[in-house]
């Protein structure tokens, strides 16, 4: 499930002035790797991320998913190879605050057709994964910080994509919450999933094995650690079971 970026432009037109988003990125990431991607406000990361989970249209070059040409797909396709092969982590959770954390998890499954017995138990096993099994009928205003980003992780794994991306995932979290996200995030690196994080976090990215700088749309610095990363050491089997 390799990702190769060659080339990739984002234009977006702002009245009469040509706003360069992308400006040329070339990148590889390889299958199982955990990478992150840092910048100041403004640099384009988060336009990558978007390309890069298909979200968004590259403007202009090639962007090869697992061999497959996304920058020309069809929405459709777009939407499938989105929804097959990626699991989106946000910053703000983005659950539905009327319904519980069971339903929250399971709500991908309608939209793949997947009958209510079956996705309310494969919901409750992935909330069993991340240490929320016993809230999984609390909504969302009943969790804490921590437990609601452990909902989002546990919904971004119902549909067991290799890939994983998250969009500053411990942005609205104290730190001993941070620390137990990118401790299931570690896990499930090493379970065998790509991990691509966006931050401005030092601390958070230094989670990563390889860190991606981006800065005026263009990558300035990409860093594979000599050593032990942080994701090396002891993480907590009581927050992400096998």
Not at 13 to 25: C, F, I, K, P, S
Not at 62 to 79: G, I
Not at 106 to 118: D, F, H, S
Not at 182 to 204: K, S
Request: hydrophobic share 40%.
């Amino acid at each position: 499930m390799s990702i190769v970026l060659t080339d990739i432009m984002k234009i977006y037109q702002m009245g009469d002035t040509a706003v360069h988003a992308l400006a040329g990125v070339t990148l590889t990431i390889r299958d199982g790797e955990f990478v992150a991607i840092i910048g100041p406000s403004g640099s384009g990361k988060s336009t990558l991320m978007n390309i890069i989970g298909c979200l968004d249209r590259p403007t202009d070059g090639s962007y090869r998913l697992a061999a497959a040409e996304v920058a020309t797909m069809t929405d459709d396709k777009l939407a499938e190879a989105r929804n097959r092969k990626i699991g989106f982590v946000f910053q703000n959770f983005n659950l539905l605050s009327r319904i519980s954390a069971l339903q929250n998890v399971a709500l991908p499954l309608i939209y793949a057709g997947v009958n209510k017995q079956v996705r309310m138990a494969r919901a409750a096993q992935n909330l069993d994964i991340v240490g929320l099994g016993e809230r999984k009928y609390h909504r969302p205003n009943e969790l804490s910080g921590g437990q609601r980003q452990r909902v989002a992780i546990a919904r971004a794994l119902i549909n067991d994509p290799p890939i994983i991306i998250a969009d500053e995932p411990t942005g609205n979290l104290d730190s001993k919450s941070s620390t137990e996200i990118m401790e299931i995030f570690c896990r499930l690196n090493q379970q065998g999933r790509t991990i691509i994080m966006v931050t401005h976090e030092p601390d958070i990215a230094a989670y990563a094995r390889r860190s991606i700088q981006v800065r005026d749309g263009r990558i300035i610095k990409d860093e594979v650690k000599q050593g032990v990363a942080v994701c090396s050491g002891k993480v907590s089997s009581s927050l992400l079971k096998d």
